[in-house]
């Protein structure tokens, strides 16, 4: 049965500029990092794309070892492109990231040029397109010259495989040494994809927000909802089909009593401003304007739904703001958060 996207999509979905370049982002992105590999149907995958476009949702968020199996997740999305999306592929901004391991071998992973543009390649094949429009390096390399990776990504620019670069969970030193190697090279750095949520706040200490306001490069923060957590999944206990039930990503251990308490604290705030949990969080990173998007995930529609309705309510008082730290600060798990400068298992 043929689809045709919802007419009024662009009437009430937001759109931010990204840092000081000319191309807007909608305030929420669609992530394929779980759910889109070959352990969920295609047709749930197909009605979650579907739902996020109708909703004016226009950037789908990818890497090559999204899964499972990696890989997995470029195919299906490159099916939908080719049954769904077709005929609307201006109209989309598709990304995806080389850093973390793909095949055997010594030029499997990591950062040096044989990879990350053989990586893109192999994205573009399971893709089916001739170009993505972003194109993260995925984590720093500790045994490359920054130098290296860059030039491979400006090389992806100026051979047409992607229309911009980005950079994934670099620290703000990082960011600043590779922001300047890429405006010399003259393809300058679009964009920095890190964790950040309520619960999550590295990049405050880090000090890597600041950072990119003063390089002009925009901002796309992932697991917002801390893999769950910062929504109504675990209020009462951990369910079965859950990611931390699963071990898919989310540690157990994160789910501790104390965390849970004041998990349902932050939940009482959010009903109190007529929010679910998760709309309340992805409000809580879009408040300031410092942050260009928030990626979310789905394993149904109706998440989508829930999670763009947060637009409807980004304003927080000061009385909430500090209420919300005094419970969220104290739940901090640092997701994810350690510096660029590791070398930790494959994360994303």
Not at 50 to 79: C, K, M, V, W
Not at 183 to 190: I, V
Request: hydrophobic share 35%.
């Amino acid at each position: 049965m043929s689809w045709t996207p919802d007419s009024k999509r662009y009437d009430t979905m937001k759109y931010n500029r990204c840092g000081r370049s000319g191309l807007k982002l909608p305030a929420i992105s669609l992530g394929l990092w779980h759910n889109f590999g070959n352990d969920t149907p295609h047709n749930v995958k197909q009605a979650i794309c579907r739902q996020a476009f109708d909703l004016g949702i226009t950037h789908f968020d990818l890497a090559n070892n999204y899964g499972p199996p990696p890989g997995s997740a470029e195919e299906a999305f490159g099916e939908i492109l080719r049954n769904d999306f077709k005929g609307y592929r201006d109209e989309l901004i598709i990304s995806s990231k080389a850093g973390y391991n793909m095949w055997p071998g010594p030029y499997g992973e990591w950062g040096s040029r044989k990879y990350v543009i053989a990586s893109c390649d192999q994205s573009l094949k399971r893709l089916g397109l001739d170009y993505v429009d972003i194109f993260y390096s995925h984590r720093f390399d500790p045994d490359t010259p920054l130098e290296e990776t860059m030039m491979a990504l400006d090389q992806i620019v100026r051979s047409g495989r992607a229309q911009y670069i980005g950079l994934s969970s670099y620290n703000s030193h990082r960011t600043r040494e590779a922001a300047a190697i890429l405006e010399e090279l003259g393809t300058p750095c679009l964009i920095h994809q890190p964790s950040y949520s309520m619960i999550n706040r590295w990049i405050e200490e880090d000090g890597l927000i600041d950072a990119l306001e003063d390089l002009g490069i925009g901002s796309i923060v992932f697991s917002p909802l801390a893999q769950g957590m910062l929504t109504d999944k675990y209020l009462k206990g951990v369910p079965e089909e859950s990611r931390a039930a699963q071990g898919k990503s989310l540690n157990p251990d994160f789910l501790n009593e104390r965390n849970i308490e004041n998990i349902r604290a932050l939940n009482e705030i959010a009903s109190k401003r007529g929010q679910t949990l998760a709309q309340m969080a992805i409000a809580w990173v879009l408040r300031k304007g410092r942050i260009t998007t928030a990626l979310i995930g789905a394993s149904k529609p109706r998440q989508v739904i829930d999670c763009v309705k947060s637009l409807d309510n980004l304003a927080f008082t000061d009385a909430e703001l500090a209420e919300i730290d005094s419970y969220a600060t104290d739940a901090n798990v640092n997701l994810w958060a350690a510096s660029a400068e590791r070398k930790g298992p494959a994360r994303k």
